[in-house]
T-cell receptor, first 114, second 116 residues
Framework: EADIYQTPRYLVIGTGEKITLECSQT?????MYWYQQDPGMELHLIHY???????EKGDLSSESTVSRIRTEHFPLTLESARPSHTSQYLC?????????????FGSGTQLSVL | AQKITQTQPGMFVQEKEAVTLDCTYD???????LFWYKQPSSGEMIFLIY??????QNATEGRYSLNFQKARKSANLVISASQLGDSAMYFC?????????????FGTGTRLQVTL
């Protein structure tokens, strides 16, 4: 089974604060992804990485940044949070880049910015 | 890129009955993949089933089957013998070949409620 972990599960912060959402996987997957999901809505890809030291922006523009210094770790950082950043953030990983690639998702971080 | 459309915001089904969740897609790619994911209230996304555009047979995974009609550009999910634990959000997603990483496009989802 998939082993991909996100912390924290829930986070409430004030406007202007800097935060880092953690995502780690123990499967040795090269590909990792961050999706953003508003309540009851579809997921939008905001960042992805296909290996160490590689990161790309996704289809939805985001003010967040990511890094990939280690294979297992793909943190997402917001330098100055705003209420518009309130959303659920889902991390995922996979071991291939084919069309049949199955993504393994974490449980998500529900972020609320006051 | 793909566009995925799910027109059913919510569905009800009685326990042990079958239910079909609709999904249509629009793509200019010759080769593509279609997925269904389940999202329970706990929040994680769980892979259910995959269909490749060149697969001749409809995909099946246990109680899940994908009714793939290429000419109609539809990829409906059929859940047989519904269980209470099937209550969740269901997302249809499409994959386009980017060469280096999979970029899934998701539909807006269907909330399924299984009743006694």
């Amino acid at each position: 089974e998939a082993d991909i972990y996100q912390t924290p599960r829930y986070l409430v912060i004030g406007t202007g604060e800097k935060i880092t959402l953690e995502c780690s996987q123990t499967m040795g997957h090269d590909k990792m992804y961050w999706y953003q999901q508003d309540p009851g809505m579809e997921l939008h890809l905001i960042h992805y990485s296909y290996g160490v030291n590689s990161t790309e922006k996704g289809d939805l523009s985001s003010e967040s940044t990511v890094s990939r210094i280690r294979t297992e770790h793909f943190p997402l950082t917001l330098e100055s949070a705003r209420p518009s950043h309130t959303s659920q953030y889902l991390c995922a990983s996979s071991d291939t880049a084919s069309l049949s690639e199955k993504l393994f998702f974490g449980s998500g971080t529900q972020l609320s910015v006051l | 890129a793909q566009k995925i459309t799910q027109t059913q915001p919510g569905m009800f089904v009685q326990e042990k009955e079958a239910v079909t969740l609709d999904c249509t897609y629009d793509t200019s790619d010759q080769s593509y993949g279609l997925f269904w994911y389940k999202q329970p209230s706990s929040g994680e996304m769980i892979f259910l089933i995959y269909q490749g555009s060149y697969d001749e047979q409809n995909a099946t995974e246990g109680r899940y089957s994908l009714n793939f009609q290429k000419a109609r550009k539809s990829a409906n999910l059929v859940i047989s013998a519904s269980q209470l634990g099937d209550s969740a959000m269901y997302f249809c997603a499409g994959a386009s070949n980017t060469g280096t990483a999979s970029k899934l496009t998701f539909g807006t989802g269907t909330r399924l409620q299984v009743t006694l």
